[in-house]
């Protein structure tokens, strides 16, 4: 079964911490992975998407890393800030299917 | 570039009634979801379409949900009769050929 898990479920950082997020999954014939922001009341926005032959993707403060062969997966988040307050979603691709996890709720405090 | 649109945003409904949601997925994306995000969940996939065809309905509770995409572009989520359970946010996304997949705000529904 594709399963993905994510650890912490909640997080609660002073401003200016570099924290990391991460997500682990059972199944690693993925064919890519993405990491979604989801504010409250909101969609989902992509942050990163690893394609399966690469090892990490970066996007200002953001940095994700991908092993496959491990199934993990982590998202760095440098120098925090209050407005990275949110709950990061990580989706796993089988095929056409992505898989998500429930996620882990951030609360950057000022 | 427009996004995913949907509606309407926010629904309450009484058990045993029906809802019909809306989406229409940005222009030239051939591919569709239809996703259920129960809350402190991660989203679940309800249906894919690429154009107007299913590509995968395997977790659509198709007793009481139904969905279409009659001429390839918008598209309708129906629940009938509704369950308590139902209560959830409802993701439409959309894809172009395999890339990033953008989702609308949801359509939140409440059942009592």
């Known amino acids: 079964k594709q399963e993905v898990t994510q650890i912490p479920a909640a997080l609660s950082v002073p401003e200016g911490e570099n924290l990391v997020l991460n997500c682990s999954f059972t199944?690693?014939?993925?064919?890519?992975l993405q990491w979604f922001r989801q504010d409250p009341g909101k969609g989902l926005t992509s942050l990163l998407l690893?394609?399966?032959?690469?090892r990490e993707q970066t996007s200002g403060r953001l940095n994700a890393s991908l092993d496959k062969s491990s199934g993990r997966s982590t998202l760095y988040i440098a120098a925090s800030q209050p407005g990275d307050s949110a709950t990061y979603l990580c989706?796993?691709?089988?095929?056409?299917?992505?898989?998500f996890g429930a996620g882990t709720i951030l609360r950057v405090k000022s | 570039e427009a996004g995913v649109a949907q509606s309407p945003r926010y629904k309450i409904i009484e058990k045993r009634q029906s809802v019909a949601f809306w989406c229409n997925p940005i222009?030239?994306?051939?591919?569709l979801y239809w996703y259920q995000q129960i809350l402190g969940q991660g989203p679940k996939l309800l249906i894919q379409?690429?154009?107007?065809?299913?590509?995968?309905d395997s977790q659509l509770p198709k007793d009481r949900f139904s969905a279409e995409r009659l001429k390839g572009v918008d598209s309708t989520l129906k629940i009938q009769p509704a369950k308590l359970e139902d209560s959830a946010v409802y993701l439409c996304?959309?894809?172009?050929?395999?890339?990033?997949?953008?989702f609308g705000e949801g359509s939140w529904l409440t059942v009592v």
């Open positions: 379409f690429q154009n107007n065809g299913v590509v995968d």
């Open positions: 690893i394609q399966s032959s690469q």
């Open positions: 989706a796993v691709e089988y095929g056409n299917k992505l898989v």
């Open positions: 996304a959309s894809s172009h050929s395999g890339n990033t997949i953008y």
């Open positions: 222009s030239g994306h051939a591919t």
């Open positions: 199944d690693s014939a993925i064919y890519n």
